[in-house]
Antibody, heavy 123, light 110 residues
Framework: QVQLVESGGGVVQPGRSLRLSCAAS????????MHWVRQAPGEGLESVAV????????YYADSVKGRFTISRDNSRNTLYVQMNSLRAEDTAMYFC????????????????WGQGTLVTVSS | QSALTQPASVSGSPGQSITISCTGT?????????VSWYQQHPGKAPKLMIY???KRPSGVSNRFSGSKSGNTASLTISGLQAEDEADYYC??????????FGGGTKLTVL
């Protein structure tokens, strides 16, 4: 079955960096685009970044553009996000997510989610 | 990339039906039939309930249905059950591989 396991969260000071990882299993990782979605405490969901199946295309929310970099290693079945110049407003649970696919088609909808990893930006 | 607009809360009694609205713009909800809905229980990851406005993933109850008119999408839950109490989020494709969420709606089953 599809499994996504995030790691790398923690407490970090403003202006510092952190790299999150998402280990994927149960599916052919290299065939799917992947997403990072975050949720600030008590707040709603925000799509942060997306990467194509082969890593050639990447897109970011305006709120993280120029500070976050999404990447993947298909040989290790792992998704990453490098977060630089962190701000207090980046404090959130970070989820990795895979599109929902059915009947050979994949859709613009998050069908599978990890359990999330918490990032707290505080001095 | 402004968030879609949802009511902060809705409520209903067991067995009743409720509808949650999700209002966007002509750049997102109005331009694409790519609206999805998610259910999130406290401390859990979101769960996909509806995709492409009206479609249900396998395993999701047919008590959940979706629709869209113009810039507004809606999620209807019929035959409300206690386990439906959760936060619900809409999400729409907004072009250039970007997705935008609504602010979320807290459903209370009375």
């Amino acid at each position: 079955q599809v499994q996504l396991v995030e790691s790398g969260g923690g407490v970090v000071q403003p202006g510092r960096s952190l790299r999150l990882s998402c280990a994927a299993s149960g599916f052919t990782f290299s065939s799917y685009g992947m997403h990072w979605v975050r949720q600030a405490p008590g707040e709603g969901l925000e799509s942060v970044a997306v990467i194509s199946h082969d890593g050639s295309n990447k897109y970011y929310a305006d709120s993280v553009k120029g500070r976050f970099t999404i990447s993947r290693d298909n040989s290790r079945n792992t998704l990453y996000v490098q977060m630089n110049s962190l701000r207090a407003e980046d404090t959130a649970m970070y989820f990795c997510a895979r599109p929902y696919c059915s009947g050979g088609n994949c859709y613009w909808a998050f069908g599978y989610w990890g359990q999330g990893t918490l990032v707290t930006v505080s001095s | 990339q402004s968030a879609l607009t949802q009511p902060a809360s809705v409520s209903g009694s067991p067995g009743q039906s409720i509808t949650i609205s999700c209002t966007g713009t002509s750049s997102d909800v109005g331009s694409y039939n790519l609206v999805s809905w998610y259910q999130q229980h406290p401390g859990k990851a979101p769960k996909l309930m509806i995709y492409e406005v009206t479609k249900r993933p396998s395993g999701v109850s047919n008590r959940f249905s979706g629709s869209k008119s113009g810039n507004t999408a809606s999620l209807t839950i019929s035959g409300l059950q206690a386990e439906d109490e959760a936060d619900y989020y809409c999400c729409s494709y907004a072009g250039t591989s970007t997705l935008v969420f609504g602010g979320g709606t807290k459903l209370t089953v009375l």
